[in-house]
């Protein structure tokens, strides 16, 4: 059985975020997808196979952490994308089944792929007692994002601070039901990028994802209504860093993205 590891928004190896890609002709047991994401150990293992013709969507999709499912994964859908296309196993518009809905990944000419998601809702909440202790800084604004995603949404005074950070990742556990999303303000737009932002999601052993597309379903609605523009670009400052367009179509958010495959391989298990 082949698996691959790919790099999701990047368009070079070793940046991004790692994601496991299996196809397969369908999902064995749950136990065995678990034991595969372990082994592979990066923080969402993607496994898709075809479904029948004619019906909503072309392939089933599910995304596993090496502790668990997730419902809403953007970088690891990228992955598969990208791998359907560079195999040839799908041409075009994919439109995977998915625990959140049917979510569609358009290939680019320029060798991108457009993720089409929901919107995260965001409700404003007060900042937890002990968050700012625990995150190492003092929230601006804080968020609740819904139930796809279950993170904490902070705001903090600017991008040097989210560069900075330095969380207690178990102390952060208690905040959210997946983790802490934490964001600025890019210091300089010329640099490319219209916001930075890190991700903390120790409720699924991940104490810091290196670049989170479902992140973005979050951070564009924030910054689009902050900065008055729907199209954006948010750099995830991460030790391997990536960038992600947005785009803000009301109930839907288009993440857009490269991705590179880094191992092509065999699973013998």
């Known amino acids: 059985m082949r698996i691959r590891i790919v ?3 990047t368009d070079r190896p070793f940046a991004g975020n790692p994601a496991g890609v299996l196809l397969l002709d369908s999902f064995p047991d749950d136990a065995w997808l678990q034991n595969v994401a372990v082994e592979v150990n990066h923080a969402e293992t993607a496994f898709t196979h075809p479904l029948p013709a004619g019906g909503e969507a072309d392939w089933a999709l599910r995304w596993f952490t090496p502790t668990t499912e997730v419902a809403l994964c953007g970088h690891a859908t990228l992955a598969a994308a990208h791998v359907l296309h560079t195999t040839g196993a799908h041409r075009g518009p994919v439109r995977f089944n998915t625990r959140s809905g049917v ?15 929901p919107t995260a809702p965001l409700t404003p909440v007060a900042a937890p007692n002990g968050v700012a202790e625990a995150l190492g800084a003092e929230p601006l604004a804080t968020f609740d994002t819904g139930p796809n995603t279950g993170d904490l949404l902070i705001e903090v005074a600017d991008e040097r601070t989210v560069l900075g950070l330095t969380p207690d990742h178990k102390a952060l556990a208690r905040y959210s039901k997946r983790g802490i999303i934490t964001t600025a303000r ?20 991940i104490d810091e994802d290196p670049v989170t597309g479902s992140a973005h379903t979050t951070l564009a609605p924030f910054w689009s209504e902050r900065l008055g523009r729907t199209t954006l670009t948010g750099l995830q400052a991460s030790p391997r860093s990536g960038l992600v367009r947005t785009e803000l179509r009301g109930e839907r958010t288009l993440l857009t993205g490269h991705a590179v495959t880094v191992v092509d391989g065999e699973l013998l298990a």
Do not use: K, M
């Open 186 to 205: 890019a210091e300089d737009p010329s640099r490319g990028y219209d916001f930075v932002s890190r991700c903390f999601f120790p409720n699924v052993g």
């Open 7 to 9: 790099d999701a928004f």
């Open 103 to 117: 979510l569609v990944a358009t290939p680019g000419d320029d060798g991108s792929i457009t993720l089409d998601f």
